[in-house]
């Protein structure tokens, strides 16, 4: 079985500020992880995923995330947060050889002006 | 612009009411899925199909009844359906590889009077 943890569900910061939103993972095999950001009435927009190689994953709108294997986590993080990064985070996993992706509960990032 | 489309954006039925969802992708993707998202809820995978074929029934009930013509489309059928199935439900596609990540639409607003 798989899954993941986002343990926050709202993570507050001030604009200009570093942000990291929180996943932790559980799965058999080597992981695929990704993220996604969820605006209002919107879907699921892929921001970024880790497969294979550096530790440090760059993605879209200046979002990165950290993997780290011992710890079986896959950290959100920007360094500098803007308003309009307001939005719900999905974390997600996937095993290798298993189609089925398994979703985090999702966290609400609030960036304060 | 996502490349998948679905409609209609919202629909409010009555639970003896019998109506469909529709979902279209753009993307030359060969698998799609159903999901629902409740509030407060993980997000619920409910149905996958890969070159047209269903490979994931997730213990949904027969009241939802899903249907691919071809790896373009994708409906949900919806018959007698019930208050609590009131949820935002989202369509996705992705290329049949591990590594690849879901695209999804903007999903259809669900409300059961």
């Known amino acids: 079985a798989q899954s993941v943890a986002q343990p926050e569900d709202q993570v507050n910061v001030a604009e200009g500020n570093p942000l990291t939103v929180k996943c932790t993972y559980s799965?058999?095999?080597?992981?695929?992880l990704f993220w996604y950001v969820q605006y209002p009435n919107r879907g699921l927009q892929f921001l970024l995923k880790y497969i294979t190689g550096d530790n440090l994953v760059k993605g879209s709108y200046g979002f990165e995330a950290e993997f780290n294997k011992s710890q079986t986590s896959f950290h959100l993080k920007k360094p500098s947060a803007l308003v309009s990064d307001s939005a719900l985070y999905f974390c997600a996993v996937r095993a290798g050889g298993y189609q089925k992706v398994t979703f985090g509960t999702g966290t609400k990032l609030q960036v304060i002006p | 612009e996502t490349g998948v489309t679905q409609t209609p954006r919202h629909l409010v039925m009555g639970m003896t009411n019998k109506k469909s969802l529709k979902c279209e992708q753009h993307l030359g993707h060969n698998a799609m899925y159903w999901y629902k998202q409740s509030a407060k809820k993980p997000l619920e995978l409910m149905f996958v199909y890969n070159f047209k074929e269903q490979t994931e029934n997730n213990s949904v009930p027969s009241r939802f009844s899903p249907e691919c013509p071809n790896s373009s489309h994708l409906f949900l059928h919806l018959h007698t359906l019930q208050p609590e199935d009131s949820a935002l439900y989202l369509c996705?596609?992705?290329?049949?590889?591990?590594?690849?990540?879901?695209?999804f639409g903007d999903g259809t607003r669900l409300s059961i009077l």
């Open positions: 799965v058999s095999g080597n992981p695929y």
């Open positions: 996705a596609s992705s290329q049949d590889s591990q590594d690849q990540p879901q695209h």
